[in-house]
């Protein structure tokens, strides 16, 4: 049973208003023989029937959890314990969507305020927010904010090319229609002291990722030395991390970031065939006005009970929309509360030992694949989990046969990113890539290698 409340009257008056006769009128676009299709189903079947064909087509996907991965770029397979889903599926959180009313909120509010404050320590920044989509746009709204920052008078971004593609795509999206110049992308990757270069008097921030696309880590001189350089033209340094690699190296609050962002999906948080995920945002006190998210507080109720509320927010729901920092209203509360239970179990030596896993594991991987015939590593310096691996023959390819013939999800194309990189993986090794499976990829690869482009 549906319900449409418009009267005869009122179509006809809204039809007159558009200036057409008819609702047909408005899907003469859409070819006739496709506007109402006739739909061929099968005869219905029973739960029991259906449950089994669903379990059918599920064996036929090639599930990560049941071959090895070496796929990584932006999303990342890490262990995450059984109590962080025990405690996500609980129906007070799952039904918990928006904290508006403190009185009947308390739960979630308080898990909010428990993560932020991780995040702030684990970022080494004062303040931390709950909501962005992902890692993209919480580097899009760290740019925006830069500028109300700036109070409009900069209109001038430097981004690093080594940002990741879609990091930087999404931040042209929200800067379209602003008479706002970006720069640096065009830049040699990976040399900060080329995007120092590019700063002027009209630059309101500074983009960057530590560790970068390609994995590597940028020193904290080198780091501070690019902050020292925006601060000094009356900038904002962002810098954009993966929030694993802090179990183990200095926070961008110890080199001088003023925002820093990230994707929160390793924190305890599944691949999720590509979302929902978790923008991760932290900044300095003095900016927190500027953020735009929800920031949840601690305070005490009139008896002097402690208790937990929305505070500082400058979102549009919560005060004049042409006073708002952003209209951003999705509510990632449950990914974040996957991270904060992920960071709470995992604590500050389970979380470097993970990193430190990562970092090991992705090491033993580069020696063994760059020394095979036809393969070298090309990531220089010093990388976390991932690198760039050089090989003989198109990647599209290499990874065709890993799959078909080895059952091994390979790296990441970055053919995807440059046509001329069509032969460059993007290898990464996290934790839960044993040495078994990266000696079983060697040998993989060496096999490949050894077949050449004959033996498709």
Request: hydrophobic content about 40%; overall charge negative; proline content about 5%.
């Amino acid at each position: 049973m549906h319900y449409i409340p418009n009267t005869e009257a009122d179509r006809q008056e809204m039809l007159a208003r558009v200036g057409v006769s008819a609702i047909e009128t408005l899907f003469q676009d859409i070819p006739a023989e496709f506007r109402y299709p006739e739909y061929q189903l099968p005869p219905a079947l029973s739960e029991m029937e259906i449950l089994r064909e669903m379990e059918a087509l599920a064996e036929r996907d090639d599930a990560v959890d049941r071959r090895p991965c070496f796929l990584g770029a932006g999303a990342y397979r890490h262990f995450v314990p059984s109590v962080v889903q025990a405690l996500l599926q609980r129906g007070e959180f799952t039904t918990a969507y928006t904290p508006y009313q403190p009185e009947v909120s308390q739960g979630t509010l308080q898990s909010h305020f428990e993560y932020q404050s991780m995040l702030a320590a684990l970022t080494g920044m004062d303040a931390a927010i709950v909501s962005h989509y992902d890692g993209a746009t919480a580097v899009a709204e760290a740019v925006i904010m830069a500028l109300k920052v700036a109070e409009d008078k900069r209109m001038r971004i430097v981004i690093s090319p080594t940002l990741p593609s879609q990091y930087r795509e999404v931040t042209r999206t929200y800067l379209e229609g602003l008479p706002v110049t970006v720069v640096g992308e065009a830049t040699a990757p990976g040399q900060l002291n080329v995007l120092a270069e590019l700063i002027d008097a009209e630059t309101a921030c500074v983009v960057t990722a530590n560790p970068d696309f390609f994995g590597r880590l940028y020193s904290p001189a080198d780091m501070q030395a690019l902050a020292d350089r925006i601060h000094a033209a009356g900038g904002l340094l962002v810098v954009s991390v993966d929030p694993i690699s802090l179990g183990l190296f200095q926070p961008p609050g110890a080199y001088g970031a003023d925002i820093v962002t990230g994707e929160g999906q390793s924190l305890g948080n599944a691949l999720n065939f590509g979302g929902p995920y978790l923008g991760l945002f932290a900044t300095r006190m003095r900016y927190v006005r500027k953020t735009a998210g929800r920031i949840v507080g601690e305070t005490t109720d009139s008896e002097g009970r402690r208790g937990f509320t929305l505070t500082l927010s400058a979102r549009e729901q919560h005060i004049r929309r042409e006073k708002a920092s952003s209209n951003i209203c999705s509510n990632e509360a449950l990914n974040a509360l996957a991270a904060a239970i992920y960071l709470a179990v995992m604590g500050k030596q389970g979380l470097r030992q993970v990193a430190a896993l990562c970092w090991h594991n992705a090491h033993y991987a580069a020696a063994r694949l760059g020394a095979i015939d036809g393969y070298t590593v090309e990531t220089d310096g010093t990388f976390f989990k991932e690198f760039v691996l050089r090989c003989p023959l198109p990647v599209a390819e290499i990874n065709r046969r890993l799959l078909a013939k080895h059952g091994i999800i390979g790296g990441y194309d970055l053919g995807q990113v440059s046509p001329a990189r069509a032969q460059d993986m993007l290898v990464c090794v996290t934790e839960m890539n044993p040495r078994e499976e990266i000696d079983r990829l060697a040998d993989a690869l060496a096999t490949i290698a050894a077949e050449g482009d004959g033996h498709a």
